[in-house]
């Protein structure tokens, strides 16, 4: 099974609206930590995010935001205002807290944004 | 502050020539991951070192892969001999700390395509 489910291969939205982008998470760790990373068409993996499993709060970061919901095992990013320059492939990954190989980050497939002057 | 750094940032090599990979991880991270995107099966990791130590490699393809580390600041990747099916993004991280709390930051990758 998936340990990361990104359901939107592609979207699109308006410039200067709202996304949401989509993640499902599979752990059975109670320690784990959950990453959006957003890579351009240059290529390079470019941190985003944070959301730890035992915060009570929604991370926020600028124009980013995760909506968390645990019960549900959903790591949802949220893209305000949307700019052209946001247009890119968004990963969505987990690492485990403890017990099977600790350090290492699992991926979803990705959702490629398609931002629409 | 430097982030990762990774060179090449692109190769193309012939099917049977040795490749090699290189890493700088940013200054006091003990932790250093390489990772392999291809469309087909995505990001991969391949290895992950501690403090220089090799912790788990079994993503690594096959013997014709090695990844050593022999101080904090330098990390190398080898392939010998490369075959087509080696064409992908490596890309090289590092992170302080082994947690799930602890962010990893990425090298910009190393293209390699293998004819």
């Known amino acids: 099974a998936q340990k990361i489910t990104q359901t939107q291969p592609g979207m699109f939205v308006q410039e200067k609206e709202a996304v949401t982008l989509d993640c499902t998470y599979d752990?059975?760790?109670?320690?784990?930590?959950l990453f959006w990373y957003k890579q351009p068409s240059s290529g390079e993996m470019i941190f985003l995010i944070y959301?730890?499993?035992?915060?009570?709060q929604n991370a926020t970061e600028g124009r980013y935001s995760l909506n968390f919901q645990k019960a549900r095992k959903s790591a949802n990013l949220v893209i305000s205002a949307s700019q052209l320059g946001d247009s890119a492939m968004y990963f969505c990954a987990m690492r485990e807290g403890y017990g099977g190989s600790q350090g290492n980050l699992i991926f979803g497939k990705g959702t490629k944004l398609s931002v629409k002057p | 502050d430097a982030g990762v750094i990774q060179s090449p940032r692109h190769e193309v090599t012939e099917m049977g020539q040795e490749v090699t990979l290189r890493c700088k991880p940013i200054?006091?991270?003990?932790?250093l991951f390489w990772y392999r995107q291809t469309m087909m099966r995505g990001l991969e990791l391949l290895i992950y070192?501690?403090?220089?130590?090799?912790?788990?490699d079994s993503g690594m393809p096959e013997d014709r892969f090695s990844a050593k580390m022999p101080n904090a600041s330098f990390s190398t990747l080898k392939i010998q001999p490369s075959e087509p099916r080696d064409s992908a993004v490596y890309f090289c991280?590092?992170?302080?700390?082994?947690?799930?709390?602890?962010?990893?930051?990425f090298g910009p990758g190393t293209r390699l395509t293998v004819l």
């Open positions: 070192f501690n403090n220089n130590v090799p912790i788990d």
């Open positions: 991280a590092s992170s302080f700390g082994g947690t799930s709390t602890d962010t990893q930051y």
């Open positions: 752990t059975s760790d109670p320690s784990y930590g």
């Open positions: 959301q730890g499993s035992y915060d009570q």
């Open positions: 200054s006091g991270h003990d932790y």
